[in-house]
T-cell receptor, first 112, second 113 residues
Framework: QKEVEQNSGPLSVPEGAIASLNCTYS??????FFWYRQYSGKSPELIMF??SNGDKEDGRFTAQLNKASQYVSLLIRDSQPSDSATYLC????????????WGAGTKLIIKP | DAGVIQSPRHEVTEMGQEVTLRCKPI?????LFWYRQTMMRGLELLIY????????DSGMPEDRFSAKMPNASFSTLKIQPSEPRDSAVYFC???????????FGPGTRLTVL
């Protein structure tokens, strides 16, 4: 069964520090990896995504892939209280239908 | 663009009643997804459509759930009869072929008493 695993947290990080979120996936054939942010009571919104061929940096956010160990990370530099949310990892496991498999999410708390 | 539109935003009903949730995808998007989110099970894909055709309904929990997409701008998710364990937030999302991002609607919070 295809799975995506995340530590549910909460992960508590001081303001200004680097927050590191991880997600493991079961299918080596996975092709694209997504990080969504969800504030309490709101819908998920895409932060960034990467393909199996490389990492990506966008402002304070960096997504990194470790194919050998089958995990993907999201790093948030200079963490702000507004970054406090649940972060959902989703993986397209190479199916032609582009269906995403979702992790349960990690709750991140940035302490002022 | 107005984004994905869902209605109602909140629904409270009694066990045994029929519930209909509605979704309007972003114009030009040809994929539509229905999700359910609970604290216990997280975000679960129920069914998705491509060009109004249901492609995968393996996530639909049981026959009480049905979904339709009569045209490119409208979809419904129906629960009949509803049960307290159906209480959750139901999200609709849409995507365009060739693009990776799924855009989520605001969700419908369903409470079945």
């Amino acid at each position: 069964q295809k799975e995506v695993e995340q530590n549910s947290g909460p992960l508590s990080v001081p303001e200004g520090a680097i927050a590191s979120l991880n997600c493991t996936y079961s299918d080596r054939g996975s092709q694209s990896f997504f990080w969504y942010r969800q504030y309490s009571g709101k819908s998920p919104e895409l932060i960034m995504f990467i393909y199996s061929n490389g990492d990506k940096e966008d402002g304070r956010f960096t997504a990194q892939l470790n194919k050998a160990s089958q995990y993907v990370s999201l790093l948030i530099r200079d963490s702000q209280p507004s970054d406090s949310a649940t972060y959902l990892c989703a993986v397209n496991m190479g199916d032609s239908n582009y269906q995403l498999i979702w992790g349960a999410g990690t709750k991140l708390i940035i302490k002022p | 663009d107005a984004g994905v539109i869902q209605s109602p935003r909140h629904e409270v009903t009694e066990m045994g009643q029929e519930v209909t949730l509605r979704c309007k995808p972003i114009s030009g998007h040809d994929y539509l997804f229905w999700y359910r989110q609970t604290m216990m099970r997280g975000l679960e894909l129920l069914i998705y459509f491509n060009n109004n055709v249901p492609i995968d309904d393996s996530g639909m929990p049981e026959d009480r759930f049905s979904a339709k997409m009569p045209n490119a701008s409208f979809s419904t998710l129906k629960i009949q009869p509803s049960e307290p364990r159906d209480s959750a937030v139901y999200f609709c999302a849409s995507r365009r072929t060739g693009e990776d991002e799924q855009f989520f609607g605001p969700g419908t919070r369903l409470t079945v008493l």
